[in-house]
């Protein structure tokens, strides 16, 4: 079946402008999950989504990130006023979630590469 | 604090020897502990992961892994390596008794198994 998706696959913006990120979980995972990949290090968590519920945004870096999902689907990571420390890999992930999601395991998409000049 | 450790950036190793790929962690509660393997320009795929029971945990793709609590370790192991093992590995760890919506992720081992 069709794994997550994430679109762009890569983009290059200028220094100060908004960016969108875009992430398709697998039909039917109630957990999304964004994360940020720098060069050389591992996986930074940014937020979680579960269902319906508040999503947990203790990852996100500054005020100047944000994330929505809507209808329980398809998620944008948001980056306004994007600076050059922005410019990383953001990944986005599923799980399976009603039932005891934190032994689940996640699905990855295959990332958007950011570049920000 | 949670952190994860990946001592060594990258393992180099012949085929068909043994394989070992290392994780250390620290967490405050229980730890619930995942290996992701990355290839090259492909998401990371899940391998296998400790929750509870037998520390010895088997996986796909013949890999296996061994939660030692008192060393506080979950090091990656294959018998035998291919050529195709070759790619970036990730350990991560989630809290239990405290935040477990969040993933903590080492920094990657970057595997080469040599022919």
């Known amino acids: 079946g069709a794994g997550v998706s994430q679109s762009p696959s890569n983009k290059v913006t200028e220094k100060g402008k908004d960016v969108e990120l875009r992430c398709d979980p697998i039909?039917?995972?109630?957990?999304l999950y964004w994360y940020r990949q720098s060069l050389g290090q591992g996986l930074e968590f940014l937020i979680y989504?579960?269902?319906?519920?508040?999503?947990?945004k203790s990852g996100l870096p500054s005020d100047r990130f944000s994330a929505e999902r809507t209808g329980g689907s398809v998620s944008t990571l948001t980056i306004q006023r994007t600076q050059q420390e922005d410019s990383a890999v953001y990944l986005c992930?599923?799980?399976?979630?009603?039932?005891?999601?934190?032994?689940?395991?996640?699905?990855f998409g295959p990332g958007t590469r950011l570049t920000v000049t | 604090a949670q952190s994860v450790a990946q001592p060594e950036d990258q393992v180099n190793v012949a085929e068909g020897n043994p394989l070992t790929v290392k994780c250390t962690y620290s967490?405050?509660?229980?730890?619930?502990l995942f290996w992701y393997v990355q290839y090259p320009n492909r998401g990371l795929q899940f391998l296998l992961k400790?929750?509870?029971?037998?520390?010895l945990v088997k996986g796909s793709y013949g890999f296996e892994a061994e939660f030692n609590k008192s060393q506080t370790s979950f090091h990656l192991k294959k018998p035998s390596a291919l050529v195709s093992d070759s790619a970036l590995y990730f350990c991560?760890?989630?809290?239990?008794?405290?935040?477990?919506?969040?993933?903590?992720f080492g920094s990657g081992t970057k595997l080469n198994v040599k022919p």
């Open positions: 400790y929750i509870t029971g037998d520390n």
């Open positions: 039909s039917g995972h109630t957990a």
């Open positions: 992930a599923s799980s399976l979630g009603l039932l005891r999601p934190q032994v689940r395991e996640q699905y």
């Open positions: 991560a760890v989630r809290d239990m008794d405290d935040n477990f919506n969040k993933f903590y």
């Open positions: 989504f579960q269902g319906n519920s508040a999503p947990d």
């Open positions: 967490v405050s509660g229980n730890p619930y």
